[in-house]
C-alpha cells in the first residue's frame, strides 16, 4: 500500500513539473538561460545595445559588466548614405567615443548604463508589462537563450515608436 501511495505521489508530481515547464514564458526561459550564463561567466560580460531608424541613422552601445558593476561603455553613431539602388549603403560615423570606469556617465547618448540583471528587471516591470491592448508586446531571446530583444510598440504607431532594447551580442570576458 505504502508504495501505491509513493507511486502515486511520484506520477503527480512529475506531471506537475511537466505542467509546469509547458506553462515557462519566453521570458521565464530566458531568465534561466541568463542566471545559468552569469554563473558561467562570473557575472563579467560584454553586451551589445543596437538601436536602427527607418529613415537611415543608427547606433551601437557596448556595455562592459565584470563581477556584476558597469565598468566601461563604448558608442558608436551613424548613418546610411544610399548613393544608388544598386549598391549597399555607406555607413558614415556621426558620433563615437568610449568611456571608462571613472567616465562613466559623461556622455548622454548611447544605452543605458544597466547590467544584465538590471536589464531583465526594467524587461519585466516596464517594458513587457504595458497594456496588451494599446501596444504590441515583443520578447525574444536569440542570444543562446538570453535576452535579445524586450518592448513594445504602441499601436498605431508608423516610425521608430519602439520602446525597450535591442542587443545583439553578448559574450563572456
Not at 41 to 67: A, H, L, M, P
Not at 68 to 96: F, H, M, N, W
Request: charged share 20%.
Amino acid at each position: 500500500m505504502k508504495k501505491a501511495i509513493a507511486l502515486i505521489l511520484f506520477v503527480i508530481a512529475g506531471l506537475s513539473a511537466c505542467k509546469k515547464d509547458a506553462n515557462d514564458t519566453a521570458y521565464d526561459k530566458s531568465y534561466k538561460a541568463w542566471q545559468s550564463f552569469k554563473i558561467e561567466s562570473k557575472n563579467s560580460y560584454i553586451y551589445t545595445v543596437s538601436s536602427g531608424s527607418v529613415f537611415g541613422f543608427g547606433s551601437e552601445t557596448k556595455i562592459t559588466v565584470q563581477n556584476g558593476s558597469v565598468i566601461a561603455r563604448e558608442y558608436y553613431a551613424y548613418k546610411l548614405d544610399y548613393t544608388s539602388s544598386t549598391t549597399p549603403p555607406v555607413k558614415t560615423t556621426t558620433e563615437q567615443w568610449q568611456e571608462n570606469k571613472t567616465l562613466l556617465g559623461q556622455h548622454h547618448s548611447g544605452a543605458a548604463l544597466l547590467t544584465l540583471d538590471q536589464v531583465y528587471q526594467k524587461a519585466k516591470n516596464e517594458w513587457l508589462a504595458v497594456n496588451k491592448k494599446e501596444n504590441s508586446i515583443y520578447f525574444e531571446a536569440n542570444n543562446n537563450g538570453v535576452i535579445s530583444d524586450a518592448g513594445y510598440v504602441p499601436n498605431g504607431c508608423q516610425d521608430d515608436c519602439s520602446v525597450g532594447i535591442r542587443i545583439t551580442e553578448i559574450k563572456a570576458l
